[in-house]
């Protein structure tokens, strides 16, 4: 069974950069779409941002657009989201999950899977 472990994360200010990380564990890695997710306090959790397979797609929320870069490992499940130009609004838990169903054009939290714990991103002014 696959499972995702996500690192990085912490504090930031605003206008502030962090990153997140995760990878899948199973061997040998057969190649999934892997996306990052994030709740926070008090909503549902929403879609930020995946990349393909190969790492030649890749689609993001509207509010992170043009600040928020994820990037894959090549031929690994490895997946990485650069965070610029923090907001306070982006304070949230960040999850990395792989897709398991539908196209890479989907965004919802059902059509993924092998969720993480999840690493905490928190932003102040």
């Known amino acids: 069974q696959v499972q995702v472990t996500e690192s990085g994360g912490g504090l930031a200010q605003t206008a502030g950069s962090l990153r997140v990380s995760c990878a899948a564990s199973?061997?040998?890695?057969?190649?999934?779409?892997m996306a990052w997710f994030r709740r926070a306090p008090g909503q549902e959790r929403e879609f930020v941002a995946v990349?393909?397979?190969?790492?030649?797609?890749?689609y993001y929320a509207d509010s992170v657009k043009g600040r928020f870069t994820i990037s894959r490992d090549k031929g690994e499940n490895a997946a990485h989201l650069q965070m610029d130009n923090l907001k306070p609004e982006d304070t949230a838990i960040y999850y990395c999950?792989?897709?398991?169903?539908?196209?890479?054009?989907?965004?919802?939290?059902?059509?993924?899977?092998?969720w993480g714990q999840g690493t905490q991103v928190a932003v102040f002014s």
């Open positions: 999950a792989i897709q398991l169903k539908a196209s890479i054009g989907s965004r919802s939290p059902d059509d993924f899977g092998a």
């Open positions: 199973e061997r040998p890695p057969p190649s999934y779409n």
């Open positions: 990349i393909s397979r190969s790492g030649g797609i890749t």
